[in-house]
């Protein structure tokens, strides 16, 4: 029997490939995707053997190295770079593998059903079996084909609501699925004691009775998932039990409850909306019109699954260059993979995450909280707090002696680096919350200390940077129909807030509040 060094040999050699043969599909990967990284052969054969030439560890993967490996194969690069005895196996259903972050879903969804234990895996197991991986990668790019504008119309339709977020500017007109309130914008919060009245609370979860429609969704999702390699994991999300937002500060109680109850009741209906809008029924809405109804529904967050989200424009300083020119702020924007869970293809501000605990509920429930992790985990490099890769180990994963560098230079000096919340709102498209971030590196010393370390992991395909004092592409920007709208909605409220705040670096259209 064949022993392999790693689980990426055994990947290889199962596709049955040879070594260079690998190399040139992960070329044609890499140009498809649009993924930056590159493997080259002499690269390869240290990957596979698990070590240096010289005996030594290989260390750490460069980032777009391991967000190339993790796309093509569909498992963390710690688990491919890993011995095939150490990983946990994947798990076999009805005689197909998939990946183990699955079997919680199995499990919650037979309970939800009210299925016989086991009923979930086999139903999953029968449908991996049937599944046509080329139509459903077809399904998911036409899905990600339909524009921001699209989502925000269908929305506005389906609730008759006029509420939603918008911008208008000459010749400009801008309007997201985000619904909102005047008193819930433009707040300008610092997140480094604003949020102390969040507060956790402890709520009996209740498992939801799914119906058979309802039920079938959520196992087509699992299919899904399976098959294109989307990362799935079991973890903790909070949920709004209720919130009081304004300028006076973020205040609410919220509890905890499993992420995958969200991703298979509330989280289909993204999937749906794409669907309804690419047959051009609009009335073709079954599981909308059960999950969230009307806007009573909305806005009863109690009475429902309402996941959040916490998105941030991040503005760097950069001091004159004699290149680029006048000293600016660095604006950066993320396009999503398609192996995130919701919004992959889209446009959207980084970092952008869920609003979740790792292992201190009571203390992450902070927004501040939420996104320093998120910076750590997308721009600085941390892959130990990206839970979806594996346990956490770490006791305490956000301890300062655990920082990064970057992270650690930022808070050695108040004054560094401004982290504010600017505003908050629900997205129609899905029910969640979000909170609006923007994060402001005011020491211009550190764009030539850190700017070449920066860089995206997993959950995006690729970066782009546009200049504070360049109105015009921004302008641009914002009109592009790619984006998610929850990340135009940060993306908006950061421009409109730092256009307040940047001073010379800056020189931003003027984007008034429309439609509120």
């Not at 929305?155 to 006029?162: A, C, I, L, S």
């Not at 509330?266 to 999950?291: F, H």
Request: glycine share 10%.
């Amino acid at each position: 029997m064949r022993t392999f060094r790693t689980v990426l040999e055994q990947r290889i050699w199962e596709r049955r490939l040879t070594l260079e043969e690998f190399v040139h599909e992960a070329e044609l990967h890499a140009r498809e995707h649009r993924e930056p990284g590159t493997l080259g052969l002499r690269h390869l054969q240290r990957l596979v053997a698990g070590r240096r030439s010289t005996g030594e560890s290989l260390g750490q993967v460069k980032a777009s190295t391991a967000r190339l490996l993790e796309s093509m194969l569909g498992a963390p690069v710690e688990e491919l770079l890993s011995p095939p005895m150490e990983r946990s196996p994947a798990v076999g259903v009805a005689g197909v593998p998939v990946d183990p972050g699955l079997v919680g879903a199995f499990e919650w969804l037979d309970d939800a059903a009210g299925w016989v234990p086991g009923s979930a895996a086999v139903n999953v197991g029968s449908g991996l079996k049937l599944a046509d991986i080329g139509g459903l990668q077809a399904e998911r790019a036409r899905r990600g084909r339909v524009g921001r504008r699209q989502v925000a119309d269908a929305v506005e339709r389906y609730y008759g609501t006029h509420g939603t977020f918008g911008v208008c500017g000459p010749g400009l007109d801008v309007r997201t699925s985000v619904f909102t309130r005047p008193e819930w914008l433009d707040l300008g919060l610092p997140l480094d004691a604003d949020n102390k009245r969040l507060a956790l609370v402890q709520r009996a979860g209740v498992t939801p009775a799914l119906d058979e429609e309802c039920a079938e969704a959520a196992v087509q999702r699992l299919v899904v998932a399976a098959a294109l390699g989307v990362r799935f994991a079991n973890l903790p999300l909070y949920r709004l039990v209720e919130i009081d937002v304004s300028a006076r500060g973020i205040g609410g109680t919220l509890d905890v409850r499993s992420f995958v109850e969200y991703a298979l009741t509330m989280d289909l209906l993204e999937a749906e909306l794409a669907d309804s809008v690419t047959s051009g029924s609009g009335a073709l809405n079954p599981l909308r019109d059960k999950y969230l109804p009307n806007m009573g529904a909305v806005l009863d967050v109690a009475g429902r699954v309402c996941a959040g989200g916490v998105l941030s424009l991040v503005a760097i300083a950069r001091p004159a260059d004699p290149f680029r020119g006048v000293a600016d702020y660095a604006l950066i924007v993320q396009t999503r993979s398609d192996q995130v869970v919701n919004a992959g293809g889209k446009l959207a501000v980084i970092p952008k995450g869920f609003h979740q605990p790792l292992t201190d509920p009571r203390a992450e429930v902070r927004i501040g909280a939420t996104l320093r992790r998120e910076l750590e985990e997308e721009l600085f490099g941390r892959s130990d707090v990206d839970a979806t890769a594996g346990a956490v180990r770490a006791v305490s994963p956000m301890h300062r002696e655990r920082w990064s560098e970057p992270l650690r230079w930022l808070e050695d000096e108040p004054g560094r680096m401004r982290m504010e919340c600017t505003g908050f709102g629900l997205n129609l498209v899905s029910g969640n919350y979000e909170f609006a971030t923007l994060v402001v590196i005011e020491d211009e010393e550190f764009w030539p200390r850190f700017g070449g370390q920066l860089e995206a992991n997993w959950e995006a395909s690729g970066l782009t940077l546009y200049s504070s004092l360049d109105g015009e592409l921004i302008t641009d920007l914002v009109q592009q129909e790619a984006w998610s709208n929850e990340g135009l909605f940060a993306l908006l409220q950061g421009l409109r807030r730092l256009r307040e705040i940047g001073g010379l670096r800056v020189s931003l259209p003027n984007f008034e509040l429309s439609g509120l």
